[in-house]
């Protein structure tokens, strides 16, 4: 799965999610759905303009996590 880590850079660039917002040409409530995992997509534009207000890499912001594999209870 895609993880997104955009709370950890806004916080580590002290940024609010209004600024940031603003800075990006979006609404707070998308900042927010990127920040709370909810966005199954985001385009390039919108993601190269957060990299270049947090001064940033993608990689900076999304990462992958391999799935836990499911367990199985054989009941020996």
Do not use: H, W
């Not at 917002?21 to 957060?50: D, E, H, M």
């Amino acid at each position: 799965m895609i993880q997104v880590e955009l709370n950890v850079m806004m916080a580590k660039r002290n940024m609010t999610t209004g600024r940031l917002a603003k800075l990006v040409g979006i609404t707070p409530a998308n900042i927010s759905i990127l920040k709370n995992g909810k966005a199954k997509a985001i385009r390039f534009s919108t993601l190269a303009k957060i990299c270049e207000v947090l001064d940033c890499q993608p990689g900076d912001l999304i990462r992958y996590v391999a799935d836990e594999p499911a367990t199985t209870d054989q009941g020996d």
